[in-house]
């Protein structure tokens, strides 16, 4: 193939990146169902594999390791998957190298044999067989940030304010998806006084607790809870 028909197709294939890239994220502007946007990201994932094994080939072989790894790496960081789907994802990105050359050579370009063209993607696949375990290791992380995020019956969400004590955070009660603030005392804040300094803050909270909770006011706050977290955490 000519080499200005070569870097027509490279623009093309960029301007076809390009394109899929934007409407990607115009799409995702909008409200999706996370299903789908994650699928979404996937199928993505693919089309940026078979963009970069497209561009490896046209002259014979890319030179050290295909930028395909660092995608196959990089997107179960960001794209948070089953480790079974990301798994098959990322085998079939680490194909797109093969798949690549071989629409180079039905094109007439001349490509190396094929068992040169499966040696040159061993570290797709290499890195398609870690890809999992990263998606499994940001699942969990992100499992504990849930769950440290919960407090009781709450789910935090914008933390609001902060003084010298406690902090005042946005939540929403997990089963009546009811808005609520939580107003709370650190286990830490506490553990940093003595017992006779911990106990009068306590103590105050608690006084702080029972006059909210009888007030009657449209004007005023309503205490729907108090109490201790199990790490000590005093809300209400």
């Known amino acids: 193939m000519p080499d200005t028909a070569i870097v027509r197709l490279f623009d093309l294939i960029g301007a076809i990146s390009i394109a899929a890239s ?14 789908l ?32 790894a660092i995608v196959i790496l990089l997107f179960p ?9 990301t798994l098959i994802t990322a085998l079939l990105a680490a194909s797109m ?20 063209v499966l040696i040159n993607a061993f570290p797709n696949y290499l890195c398609a067989a870690i890809a999992p375990l990263i998606s499994h290791v940001i699942g969990g992380l992100g499992r ?36 609520a603030a939580i107003k709370l005392i650190k286990p830490e804040v506490l553990g940093a006084m003595t017992k006779a300094q911990g106990d009068v803050l306590v103590e105050r909270f608690r006084r702080e607790a029972q006059a909210a909770a009888m007030l009657r ?20």
């Open 77 to 85: 960081a960001i794209i948070p998957s089953t480790p079974r789907k």
């Open 22 to 35: 934007l409407g990607l994220f115009w799409y995702t502007r909008h409200q999706r169902s996370p299903r």
């Open 144 to 179: 504990e940030v849930r769950k440290a995020r919960e407090m009781g019956s709450y789910v935090l969400g914008d933390r609001i304010g902060a003084g010298g004590m406690g902090e005042v955070w946005q939540a929403t009660h997990r089963f009546l998806a009811r808005p």
């Open 217 to 236: 006011s449209p004007h005023t706050i309503h205490l729907y809870d108090f109490g201790v977290t199990s790490d000590g955490t005093f809300i209400m």
């Open 37 to 68: 946007l994650l699928n979404l990201g996937l199928v993505y994932e693919l089309l940026i594999a078979l963009s970069i094994g497209i561009l490896d080939w046209p002259y014979n072989a890319p030179m050290g390791v295909s930028w395909i």
């Open 97 to 116: 190298d093969p798949v690549g050359a071989e629409i180079w050579k039905a094109a007439g370009q001349e490509i190396p044999r094929i068992d040169h």
